[in-house]
């Protein structure tokens, strides 16, 4: 503790915050803010924080340190006129078409203008309205909605270092853009979706397939299954009036069931897969001399990172399929001679597997493996469409014949856990002394690189677990200046992994944090924690896949350059 | 007049400014002297060479008036609207060049690319005002009539 | 490449001697007025005269000196009267040059000391003014900062070491510690002459104070006020004095980089900073270890690309750091995090010409030109409806009818002076209840005014104050960085409503609504531009409310300039029906039958003249 300084006559401690606004939130007094995100730099723009001080001056409180002594008011007569001039100001300017729209109830602008009562706007409405972008397959950009907070440019630049937008023009014609405006999907976006997690309105919003998966699932002609994958559990239940982190895998079966999906199935079981496919490629790599490492292939928007910025890594990266992929092709085996339609619908904490499920490479007999990918926040949205209220439900389990499932697979959806679980499988060992060696070997925590060696049959191995595209650039530019050296590399689009993924309700990094330790509780209390001890896997391997695991679980990547000459 | 980026000059450039990528908005105006212009096709090497993403140098070069991605023409006549031209009614000579040129609202640059036309907010020779520039030499006390016969002056030229 | 505080010495000796030896000089104006007027062909005749005439020229200084020095000069301010030539020791001026003028010149007045009349400056009252101090013009001003321009070559290190350069320089390395330095320009008060008037000293002894390496020097010469050209004159007419200030600052500081941005729009500032320079580090002014001692430091020339907001000064660092010229929120402060987030002191061009004469003459010398809290001069561009327009450097405290009447010689064709817009889009209007009022910092603020840039716009009756705000809110409508939301959507709302009033559809509401949105976006906005952007409406509202009302309510331009206000009509004793301006009108705005009296309609009417000129009987007229 420092001192203390007064916040609307209150005193309150300083510790280490590093501005006003973290302490005014602190206290819980819900200072509205545009483009404010603590991961961020601070921009300042909005102007929505200012507070008033002791000499009646306005300060950006998200700017100004705070001080012993210092006293700021947080709602005074001029202050409340000015924010509702701003927010007059930028719905002069803006598409009102609120109830059409993507964001309708969770737009910040449209719940400030609300809880502020702004009834009448004084200037003629100028928004203009181009046609929304709506080439990426993950993300919707409408720009009619865009308030250039530049939320979505810091997150994509210093973040991801994707760099695929960037605020072009300047004054009352700026907007944000691609170089040249060219589509998103020409753009070297990756689809990771970070963008609408933090857009607080909607002007950039993951694509929505829920329409598509109504229609489907109430066809009478249609068998409709539906994959969970592990970071949705514990991302889901703070929105339907549980905890954050708490598992809610029962209560979204139940939902899904009384829905009407035939079967409702856990990607889990495709994560043990992957840890099997992924340990055998490893070992193998690790026999042969190799002066890049082998990188892991479950991140979409890490696939597609790579093609568009360093193709020549393409060649090692595994081959595995993500685990969405390979539980995809089980499930389309398992139904191909069910005599009836069959459309299989995964529930994903991503926006980049809007994009995986169409790529060519992923097409059984033509048809897509996953035929449509609905966000958490999509289920969500789906849950309520339904009517059921979520908390009266009883938990159910998921379907036969994949019912079994491993921690190993479950922790798939945190930064750490793909590592984690093959060397699970790479130790051979179960006991708790062995899986709490592997556990602390440094693969868990949300900082975004981590670095371990590893002992395995008197070799040394390196490993690095990356997380965020930026850490991820910089890791790989260290790697090919040959500064670094590893052996395995897991690597993990958004910081924090799958349960930071865009398709989650948005959260800062340490409610993040309590997700994944959600996923590890989870773990805990499972009977198999290897990928290898699930007797399921036992009987894939010998049974339905039998002699097709190269075709069903691997696959392929064109070089992009190719794919779009 | 170039039509093709020549690369030895882009490479030129970025060495000359050690790749470094705060010597951007100096890179693009060595390139924007050579070429009156910003041609697409610098871009993904300047992206390549400095580390910055095309987006953001095109953030930049939309950012700052003076660049255009636009090609420009052959001859730049730039207006002075600053306060001391402006009362002395510099815009008036602005509409007879833009119509003695035949450009089209929101247009600067003729479509022959012979003639740019731009605004600028003071070229730091009030006690001249209106002046104009061609080609960077000014054209003091100007008016519209003035105007015209530079005009001409010029076609004429081209035309021997 | 001197090596020493010896040969620094001896050198300015040598220049000091060799400009004696010059028997006569002749300045050719070569500032962007005169260059435009066709002072380099002036200066190539001259050349050519003399050559002819055998007479012993130096163009380059020292070199092959003695008998004519023929240099090209600053700005000698009167740029209207371009192309300038003063010929000195006599100090003779002469106005509109022409290269057919120079022979006249060379054989009368440089070979036998005799004035030329027909080429001398005739005041208001047609008296003849040999010299520039006799122009009433020059009388009340003093020329301390732009001491040199217009006296010596602006291209030459060497005639500005013979003018006593770099003697501060020398003194601040060898005599004095940084304490001492800053110590004596905080007692000189000087303060940023950039707009705000920040105290410099206590700046720099801010940025002294700072552990982190390396700190930076930053010279704004971004000026970007429209109508503002000290800053221009400054780097284009004496650039090495402005240098000179900054390797003060920089050997007081601990700095060890200058970085210079200069407006694109100053070309002739670029070339002339950037031989200056190459100069400096020929002359082992710049580099490491500067004649000899600890003291290394480099220059660095940015071009600006086009855009005002970076005459604020984070945005100035974003650019140079190769960003987008978006201001950033404060704190952190420049002193501490600047250019690449290291410690910086950031001042214009004129601040920096002031370092050197401070530490020459002592802080109590420069204490005694101007006012208590605002010592020194400060150079004005004067526009508008003014007899005498141009650059003046007037003491601070000049009270602004001084200004006006005896600097500017009044209101141009005898007009009523009505106000003056005094810095630019982001200051505001005075009007004749503050003609007593002191220019300076101070009483400006007080006043509700600032001097900003320096640029003063002299109104009269003819001025339409609406289109006057209308104009500078166009121009920071136009030049906002588009970064915060109340100056980015605000100042387009107040320019809409702005150009409403003025074509005659204004509401009742708009006043207020304009009083709203500009205290919304001066306590508001993010950056100081953003912040007095207001300030040219808030002021003509508080000042000249019946004019906005006069446009709203009656739909009337009282100053009669405001073009779609103008009503034509046909005055029926002159019409004679012959029908010629009906057929001539583009829109078909009048009606009539022949041979009886026609009539506009003025709803369709667009005011194009077309008719006016049309009518032989002269039967169409104008109303406002």
């Not at chain 1, 170089?179 to 694509?207: D, E, N």
């Not at chain 2, 140098?57 to 991605?69: K, M, Q, R, V």
């Not at chain 2, 003695?100 to 036309?117: C, Q, R, S, Y």
Request: hydrophobic share 35%.
């Amino acid at each position: 503790m420092k001192g203390y300084m007064t916040i609307d006559n209150i005193p309150v401690e300083i510790h280490d915050e590093r501005n006003i606004l973290e302490l005014i939130r602190k206290i819980g007094i819900e200072l509205p803010t545009f483009c404010y995100y603590s991961e961020l730099s601070i921009h300042g723009a909005c102007r929505m924080c200012l507070v008033e001080n002791e000499k009646g001056g306005l300060e950006a409180a998200c700017s100004e340190p705070p001080r012993v002594g210092h006293k700021v008011w947080t709602n005074t007569a001029r202050l409340r006129k000015y924010r509702k001039n701003i927010l007059e100001l930028l719905l002069s300017n803006h598409n009102r078409d609120c109830t059409v729209c993507n964001k309708s109830g969770e737009c910040r602008l449209q719940d400030l203008a609300l809880k502020f009562g702004i009834k009448n706007i004084r200037y003629l409405n100028t928004a203009y309205t181009p046609e929304p972008d709506e080439s990426s397959a993950s993300v919707s950009i409408d720009r009619s909605k865009c308030i250039l907070c530049g939320d979505c440019i810091r997150v994509c630049n210093e973040i991801q270092n994707v760099g695929a937008i960037d605020f072009a023009f300047r004054g009352s014609q700026m907007k944000v853009a691609t170089a040249f405006g060219v589509p998103m999907a020409s753009s070297p976006c990756v689809g990771c979706g970070q963008c609408a997690a933090v857009c607080p309105t909607g002007a950039i919003s993951v694509k929505n397939s829920l329409e598509a998966v109504w229609s489907d699932l109430l066809d009478k002609n249609t068998d409709v299954t539906v994959q969970i994958a592990p970071a949705v559990r514990v991302a889901i239940g703070k929105r339907m009036g549980f905890e954050e982190g708490q598992n809610a895998l029962g209560l979204i079966v139940a939902a899904l069931k009384r829905m009407g999906f035939v079967k409702v199935f856990d990607t889990t079981l495709g994560a043990d897969m992957t840890v099997e496919e992924e340990s055998k490629e490893f070992l193998k790599f690790v026999e042969k001399t190799h002066s890049l490492p082998l990188f892991t292939s479950c991140c979409p928007a890490w696939i597609n990172y790579a093609e568009k910025r360093y193709p020549e890594l393409m060649g090692n990266i595994s081959t595995c399929k993500s685990p969405m992929q390979m539980f995809g092709a089980l499930v389309k085996q398992y139904y191909k001679n069910n005599g009836k339609r069959h459309v299989h619908v995964a529930v994903m904490p991503c926006t980049a597997k809007k994009y995986e499920a169409v790529r060519p490479e992923f097409t059984c007999d033509g048809v897509p493996i996953v035929d449509h990918v609905l966000s958490t926040q999509e289920l969500i949205r789906m849950i309520e469409q339904s009517g059921y209220q979520f908390n009266k439900l009883e938990p159910e389990a998921v379907d036969n014949p994949f019912g079994i499932v491993t921690g190993a697979g479950v922790i798939f959806g945190v930064s750490g856990g793909v590592t984690e679980a093959v060397l699970r499988t790479l130790t051979e060992d179960s006991s708790n002394a062995t899986l709490l060696q592997t556990a602390m070997a440094g693969e868990r925590g949300m900082e975004g690189l981590k670095e371990l060696q590893v002992e395995y049959k008197g070799k040394t191995l390196s490993i690095a677990v990356v997380s965020g595209l930026g850490n991820v650039g910089r890791l790989l530019e260290d790697i090919l200046s040959g500064k670094k050296v590893f052996d395995f590399v897991e690597v993990m689009a958004c910081p924090g992994g799958c349960v930071c993924g865009a398709g989650q309700p948005y959260v800062p990094l340490s409610v993040k944090e309590i997700r994944g330790k959600g996923l590890y509780a989870i773990d805990k209390l499972m009977s198999y924690k290897r990928s290898s001890d699930n007797p399921l896997i036992e009987d894939i391997f010998s049974g339905i896949l039998k002699g097709r695991e190269h075709e069903l679980l691997h696959v392929s990547y064109d070089s992009q350059e190719e794919s779009t000459e | 007049m170039e039509n093709v980026v020549n690369m030895d000059f882009l490479e030129e450039i970025v060495s000359y400014f050690k790749r470094s990528p705060s010597s951007i908005i100096a890179m693009l105006q060595e390139i924007q002297e050579k070429y009156r212009y910003l041609p697409k096709e610098i871009f993904p090497f300047l992206s390549k060479s400095t580390g910055l993403s095309e987006a953001r140098i095109y953030s930049l070069a939309t950012f700052y008036e003076n660049f255009s991605l636009e090609p420009k023409g052959k001859n730049i006549i730039k207006v002075c609207d600053g306060t001391a031209c402006h009362v002395r009614k510099s815009l008036p000579i602005l509409e007879r060049l833009k119509a003695k040129l035949k450009l089209e609202p929101g247009a600067v640059t003729t479509k022959d690319l012979a003639f740019t036309v731009e605004v600028v907010a003071c070229l730091g020779a009030c006690g001249l005002s209106p002046v104009i520039t061609l080609n960077g030499k000014a054209y003091p006390a100007m008016t519209p009539d003035k105007a015209t016969e530079l005009l001409e002056s010029l076609i004429e030229v081209k035309g021997e | 490449m001197l090596r020493s505080r010896q040969e620094l010495k001896d050198l300015r000796e040598k220049c000091q001697r060799s400009a004696q030896d010059e028997v006569r000089k002749i300045l050719v104006c070569s500032g962007t007025g005169c260059v435009a007027s066709g002072a380099e062909e002036v200066y190539d005749q001259f050349k050519a005269v003399l050559e002819r005439l055998k007479i012993p020229c130096s163009v380059k200084f020292i070199e092959d000196g003695h008998g004519v020095g023929l240099k090209r000069s600053g700005c000698q301010a009167l740029c209207e009267k371009g192309v300038l030539v003063r010929v000195e020791p006599e100090g003779y001026l002469y106005t509109k040059v022409k290269s057919s003028d120079c022979e006249v010149i060379v054989t009368e007045t440089v070979q036998q000391g005799r004035h030329v009349e027909r080429l001398a400056y005739k005041d208001h009252d047609g008296a003849v003014c040999k010299r520039t101090q006799e122009i009433p013009f020059f009388k009340r001003q003093m020329r301390l900062v732009l001491e040199n321009c217009g006296n010596i070559d602006a291209e030459s290190i060497l005639e500005y070491l013979a003018a006593g350069g770099y003697k501060s320089f020398e003194k601040a390395i060898y005599d004095m510690s940084s304490q001492e330095i800053i110590k004596e320009i905080a007692d000189s008060k000087l303060r940023g002459r950039g707009g705000g008037g920040f105290p410099t000293g206590y700046k720099w002894q801010q940025v002294y104070r700072q552990k982190l390496f390396p700190k930076y020097i930053v010279c704004n010469g971004d000026e970007g006020d429209p109508g503002a050209f000290m800053d221009c004159s400054i780097m284009e007419g004496d650039p090495h004095r402005m240098l000179e200030g900054m390797l003060i600052a920089g050997r007081a500081v601990g700095a060890s980089d200058g970085y210079i941005y200069v407006r694109a729009e100053y070309p002739l500032a670029v070339r002339r900073l950037k031989k200056a320079i190459a100069d400096l580090e020929e002359y082992g002014l710049s580099g490491e270890n500067i004649l000899g001692s600890d003291f290394s430091f480099r220059f660095h020339l940015n071009r600006g690309a086009g855009a005002f907001v970076c005459g604020e000064g984070s945005a100035l660092t974003a650019s140079i750091e190769g960003k987008r010229g978006f201001p950033r929120v404060k704190p952190p402060r420049t002193v501490e995090h600047g250019l690449f987030d290291k410690p910086t002191v950031l001042n214009n061009v004129e601040t920096f010409a002031n370092v050197a004469v401070i530490i020459d003459k002592g802080s109590e010398f420069y204490k005694s030109i101007g006012t208590e809290s605002s010592p020194g001069t400060k150079a004005f561009s004067i526009t508008g409806n003014i007899e005498n327009t141009g650059l003046i450097e007037v003491p601070l405290g000049m009270t602004l009818k001084e200004v006006i009447y005896d600097v500017g010689g009044g209101m141009k064709g005898g007009k009523k002076f009505k106000a003056v817009q005094i810095g630019g889009p982001s200051g505001a209007c005075l009007t004749e209840e503050h003609f007593d009022l002191p220019l300076d910092f101070d009483s400006l603020a007080k006043a509700g005014a600032m001097i900003g840039s320096g640029g003063l716009v002299v109104a009269d009756e003819d001025t339409c104050m609406v289109e006057l705000a209308r104009f500078f809110m166009n121009f920071t409508q136009r030049e906002s960085c588009g970064k915060c939301i109340p100056c980015r959507e605000g100042t387009k709302r107040m320019l809409l409503i702005l150009e409403r009033i003025v074509s005659g559809n204004g509401r009742a509401t708009d006043i207020d609504n304009l009083l709203d949105l500009a205290i919304t976006i001066k306590e508001t906005a993010l950056c100081g531009l953003g912040k007095t952007a207001p300030s040219p409406v808030l002021s003509t509202i508080k000042n000249f409310e019946e004019e906005y009302q006069a446009h709203i309510v009656d739909r009337q331009c009282p100053a009669h300039s405001c073009e779609k206000l103008k009503k034509y009509y046909i005055e029926p004793e002159l019409c004679k029906g012959c029908s010629k301006c009906a057929k001539l009108c583009p829109t078909n705005a009048i009606s009539g039958k022949a041979k009886e009296i026609y009539s506009i309609d003025p709803i369709i009417c667009t005011r194009c003249g077309v008719c006016v000129s049309s009518c032989k009987f002269v039967a169409i007229k104008e109303a406002w």
